[in-house]
T-cell receptor, first 110, second 116 residues
Framework: EAGVVQSPRYKIIEKKQPVAFWCNPI?????LYWYLQNLGQGPELLIR????????DSQLPKDRFSAERLKGVDSTLKIQPAELGDSAVYLC????????FGPGTRLLVL | AQTVTQSQPEMSVQEAETVTLSCTYD???????LFWYKQPPSRQMILVIR??????QNATENRFSVNFQKAAKSFSLKISDSQLGDAAMYFC?????????????FGKGTKLSVKP
């Protein structure tokens, strides 16, 4: 069984540019999570989906961050415009009880 | 709000020895779940062990075991016969729903080094 897939693995952009991350969860997993992990910190939830519905987006900075999961399968997280402080690792997970996290996308904003 | 505290930013252990990583948490709930995750340099979060608060028996997974003290709100991880591959960041995490509905709240992590 394939695990959670994320792309790209690394992204370097200039500040004020847009960036998008993609996640494909484990087949059959209805729940999808996006986490933000700053250097030296534990992950923090950005948004949680149940199928197509964002059931918890209280921690998502909505002025610049957006996410979608149109068909209830894969998901895209977008930042526009990116700021220096957005440099971090963005993790996707589809089953916390099974520990099904993706490998993450490391974003560096210059 | 629930919080998770890991008071040891870094720990070191000799290969084949035993090490214990500490974790305390704060919650007003009576039923909840606790987890230990391992994150090697590859950044992949790997579930090490899971404990359900209503179970008094401490969870074990091969060389990994926990000491769950509900009254003290303490959840430590013991790694026996440490191996070089155990070197990683270890995160303690809390969830009200067992990871199926809610949100994991993570501690800041403990960096474990294993000396050959």
């Amino acid at each position: 069984e394939a695990g959670v897939v994320q792309s790209p693995r690394y992204k370097i952009i200039e500040k004020k540019q847009p960036v998008a991350f993609w996640c494909n969860p484990i087949s059959g997993h209805n729940t999808l999570y996006w986490y933000l992990q700053n250097l030296g910190q534990g992950p923090e939830l950005l948004i949680r989906y149940e199928n197509e519905e964002a059931v918890d987006d209280s921690q998502l900075p909505k002025d610049r961050f957006s996410a979608e999961r149109l068909k209830g399968v894969d998901s895209t997280l977008k930042i526009q415009p990116a700021e220096l402080g957005d440099s971090a690792v963005y993790l996707c997970a589809s089953s916390l009880s099974e520990g099904s996290f993706g490998p993450g996308t490391r974003l560096l904003v210059l | 709000a629930q919080t998770v505290t890991q008071s040891q930013p870094e720990m070191s252990v000799q290969e084949a020895e035993t090490v214990t990583l500490s974790c305390t948490y704060d919650t007003s709930e009576s039923d909840y779940y606790l987890f230990w995750y391992k994150q090697p340099p590859s950044r992949q979060m790997i579930l090490v062990i899971r404990q359900e608060a209503y179970k008094q028996q401490n969870a074990t997974e091969n060389r990994f075991s926990v000491n769950f003290q509900k009254a003290a709100k303490s959840f430590s991880l013991k790694i026996s016969d440490s191996q070089l591959g155990d070197a990683a960041m270890y995160f303690c995490a809390y969830d009200d729903y067992g990871g199926s509905q809610g949100n994991l709240i993570f501690g800041k992590g403990t960096k474990l080094s294993v000396k050959p």
